[in-house]
C-alpha cells in the first residue's frame, strides 16, 4: 500500500472523528442549540437571555406552538440533567393535558371553596379558570422516601437535607419554565398545596410519599406580563477580590 493511500485514509479517518466529536458536544434544549464548540461568550448569553426572557404569563389558552411530545420530552431533559443534592434525584413530576390538567384546576376550585369568603370566591373562580384555560399542567413532587433515605444514610446532614431537596426542585422548576417559554408558551408557578394534595394523590394515583411543592399551568400566549421591576443588583450581590 502506498504511502500517499496511507495519509489519504488517515485524512478521512481524522475528518470522521473530528464531525463526531461536534456531533457529540451538541445537544439541543427548549429551542436552543448548545455546543461546546461556540464560544463560552456566546453560550452563556444564550442562556441568559432566556433566563431574562421568562416571565409569568397568567392570560393562556389551550393552544400551543408545540407538540405534547416535544413538551414531555423537555420535562424529560430537565429531570434528567437539573442537579441534586448528593445526587439524590428525588424530584418527581406529572404532566397533565386534556380533561386530566382540567381536573386539577376544578379539584381546586372544589377545595378552596369551603374555606373562602362568598365574596371573594368569584375572584378566587375566575383565577383558576384562566388556569384552566391552558394546555396543561406540570406538577411538581419531591419523592420523601428518598429524601429520609438521605437523611438517614448522612446523618449530620439531616436537618438541612429537606431543604436541599427543596432547592433542587426549584431549579428544575426553572429549568422547565425557562425551557418551555423558549419554545413560545406561557407559564406560572402557582403554590396551592397543601390544601390540594389528598385529593390530588387520590385523583392521579399519586404515591402517598410523594410531597407536592408546586403547580405550573401553560399555554398558548394571550397577553404579555407587565413591566418587570428590579432593585438595583449593586444591592443585592458583593463580590470580594484581592
Same mark, same amino acid.
Request: with cysteine; proline share 4%.
Given at each position: 500500500m502506498s504511502t500517499v493511500s496511507n495519509r489519504a485514509r488517515v485524512r478521512t479517518f481524522g475528518k470522521y472523528l473530528r464531525q463526531t466529536r461536534r456531533e457529540a458536544c451538541t445537544i439541543r434544549f427548549g429551542g436552543f442549540l448548545l455546543s461546546n464548540r461556540q464560544t463560552h461568550n456566546n453560550m452563556s448569553q444564550k442562556f441568559l437571555s432566556a433566563v431574562a426572557a421568562r416571565r409569568s404569563f397568567y392570560g393562556i389558552g389551550s393552544g400551543s406552538p408545540i407538540s405534547k411530545n416535544k413538551i414531555t420530552d423537555i420535562v424529560h431533559q430537565a429531570v434528567k440533567h437539573t442537579p441534586s443534592?448528593?445526587?439524590?434525584q428525588s424530584a418527581r413530576v406529572v404532566v397533565l393535558f386534556g380533561k386530566q390538567h382540567h381536573r386539577v384546576w376544578d379539584i381546586t376550585k372544589e377545595m378552596l371553596k369551603p374555606m373562602t369568603n362568598a365574596e371573594q370566591f368569584p375572584n378566587t373562580v375566575k383565577k383558576l379558570d384562566s388556569f384552566r384555560a391552558g394546555h396543561g399542567t406540570i406538577l411538581f413532587f419531591e419523592d420523601m422516601q428518598v429524601v429520609r433515605s438521605f437523611q438517614e444514610k448522612y446523618a449530620r446532614f439531616q436537618d438541612p437535607f429537606g431543604q436541599w431537596s427543596q432547592q433542587s426542585n426549584g431549579m428544575l422548576q426553572f429549568v422547565v419554565w425557562t425551557a418551555l417559554e423558549a419554545e413560545g408558551l406561557?407559564?406560572? &408557578?402557582?403554590?396551592?398545596? /397543601?390544601?390540594?394534595?389528598?385529593?390530588?394523590?387520590? $385523583?392521579?394515583?399519586? /404515591?402517598?410519599?410523594?410531597? &407536592? &411543592?408546586? $403547580?405550573? /399551568?401553560?399555554? $398558548?400566549? &394571550?397577553?404579555?406580563?407587565?413591566e418587570k421591576q428590579f432593585a438595583p443588583v449593586e444591592d443585592r450581590v458583593k463580590v470580594f477580590d484581592d
Amino acid at each position: 500500500m502506498s504511502t500517499v493511500s496511507n495519509r489519504a485514509r488517515v485524512r478521512t479517518f481524522g475528518k470522521y472523528l473530528r464531525q463526531t466529536r461536534r456531533e457529540a458536544c451538541t445537544i439541543r434544549f427548549g429551542g436552543f442549540l448548545l455546543s461546546n464548540r461556540q464560544t463560552h461568550n456566546n453560550m452563556s448569553q444564550k442562556f441568559l437571555s432566556a433566563v431574562a426572557a421568562r416571565r409569568s404569563f397568567y392570560g393562556i389558552g389551550s393552544g400551543s406552538p408545540i407538540s405534547k411530545n416535544k413538551i414531555t420530552d423537555i420535562v424529560h431533559q430537565a429531570v434528567k440533567h437539573t442537579p441534586s443534592s448528593f445526587n439524590s434525584q428525588s424530584a418527581r413530576v406529572v404532566v397533565l393535558f386534556g380533561k386530566q390538567h382540567h381536573r386539577v384546576w376544578d379539584i381546586t376550585k372544589e377545595m378552596l371553596k369551603p374555606m373562602t369568603n362568598a365574596e371573594q370566591f368569584p375572584n378566587t373562580v375566575k383565577k383558576l379558570d384562566s388556569f384552566r384555560a391552558g394546555h396543561g399542567t406540570i406538577l411538581f413532587f419531591e419523592d420523601m422516601q428518598v429524601v429520609r433515605s438521605f437523611q438517614e444514610k448522612y446523618a449530620r446532614f439531616q436537618d438541612p437535607f429537606g431543604q436541599w431537596s427543596q432547592q433542587s426542585n426549584g431549579m428544575l422548576q426553572f429549568v422547565v419554565w425557562t425551557a418551555l417559554e423558549a419554545e413560545g408558551l406561557g407559564a406560572s &408557578l402557582q403554590h396551592y398545596n /397543601p390544601i390540594i394534595d389528598n385529593k390530588f394523590k387520590d $385523583e392521579f394515583k399519586i /404515591p402517598d410519599h410523594w410531597s &407536592l &411543592l408546586a $403547580e405550573m /399551568p401553560f399555554g $398558548e400566549r &394571550l397577553s404579555q406580563p407587565g413591566e418587570k421591576q428590579f432593585a438595583p443588583v449593586e444591592d443585592r450581590v458583593k463580590v470580594f477580590d484581592d
